[in-house]
């Protein structure tokens, strides 16, 4: 039913910024919370951030408070999630994920795009 494509990834220094993207196949926007996670090798997929469907309601996990920022354009339907002050160990894979409103379980994910940070 949704389908999720991710973009915008790449190699950066530490300090530096990447947009990632998250573009959805329907118009969800008004009806879906959509979410960032990453995952690090050797690591668990740890949550990054979420944004209800209006885009009014967001949740950061603790380490990217204050640096990254997500952020939605329901026209467009797009998820972005804005990243400064990149560190060396946010360098994962980030992906979207998507649910309807106040359903617990996120069932609709993306593939991933690949984020490198370095020293």
């Known amino acids: 039913q949704v389908q999720l494509v991710e973009s915008g990834g790449g190699l950066v220094q530490a300090g530096g910024s990447l947009r990632l993207s998250c573009a959805a196949s329907g118009r969800t926007g008004s009806r879906y919370t959509m979410a960032w996670f990453r995952q690090a090798p050797g690591k668990e997929r740890e949550f990054v951030a979420a944004?209800?469907?209006?885009?009014?309601?967001?949740n950061y996990a603790d380490y990217v408070k204050g640096r990254f920022t997500i952020s939605r354009d329901n026209a467009k339907n797009t998820v972005y999630l804005q990243m400064n002050s990149l560190k060396p160990e946010d360098t994962a894979v980030y992906l979207c994920?998507?649910?309807?409103?106040?359903?617990?379980?996120?069932?609709?994910w993306g593939q991933g795009t690949q984020v490198t940070v370095s020293s």
């Open positions: 994920a998507a649910r309807p409103g106040r359903v617990a379980q996120y069932d609709y």
């Open positions: 944004i209800s469907g209006s885009g009014d309601i967001t």
